[in-house]
């Protein structure tokens, strides 16, 4: 089957990119390497699968084309979901390796439950302390309201870094996780969109647009080379000379006969095994060939039998 040069390339490049997502798909979904090698094997088979498919059941009869259809129509489901997986997982890796960038910040001290512990106990102790009266100056109870309540200025002081701290772990935690979501898909969640739908939605429509591609490149590719007919017109020229018009007519050139006789065997062995119908229109489409040939092919199939 002859193949065309430019949407070849194209075509090519396509199927190629397509495999090397199958081949990224399978060796992260499989555990053992075994595993991961059959996860490629039947993801890469399935790529070629559906990009060549269409351009190969073309030239068929109708039973067959119904019959790839349905396996283009699954190898295509099957395609486009390992490739939402690749999508996905790199998409994750994405995010950590964003997330990672992020400085992360260092508490140091005591938490605020156990700073909220040692401060309630203080407190105790100094009520304690000042209600306690003495009939003549006390120098120990003073003493020791000063220091209880130096030991409150201090606790405060601590209990406020410590808060300064969780509120830097808090916005940290937060930038974190904002770097690991996808810029496109934190926009989208603005409309009330889950970002795993969103995900698996842009994950699907990019392997949907690039198996489209290349099959359509495929098709392109691989579409039978229509036969040329041969011109029966003959060019007409007009000389004026002295003022009389004189027509001149080139002499025909003699028409290429194409012996179809290869073609009818080939043919008559599709029909009787039941792959062709004895029509125009499905021997044009499996020969790959004109109308007028077609038609030709055709009567020698009637003329003998």
Known sequence: MPMRAQPALLAGAATVTAACLSVMAGWQRGGFVIERVLWIAVGVVLVVAAHLLPALIRSHGRRIRIVGALLWVG???????GHAVFFLLAQKHAGEVRAAAVP?????GRSLAVIAGDRAVIVSRLARVT???CAEPCPSL???RATL????D????EAAQAKRQEVAQDRADAARAAAATDPVTGTLTAFGIPSGRVDLLAGLAFAAVLEAVACFCWLLALRPVETLKPNAGAAVTVVTENGNAVTVEPPQPNPVV???QDDVTRVLDEIAAGRLRATVTEIRKYLGCSQTRA???RKRIVATG
């Open 75 to 81: 190898c295509m489901a099957a395609t486009c979901y």
């Open 104 to 108: 992360a910040v260092v508490t140091t």
């Open 131 to 133: 209600e306690r009266r």
């Open 142 to 144: 003073r003493i020791e």
């Open 149 to 152: 309540s130096a030991k409150l």
């Open 154 to 157: 201090a606790i405060d002081a």
């Open 258 to 260: 194409i012996e179809p």
């Open 295 to 297: 038609s030709e092919v």
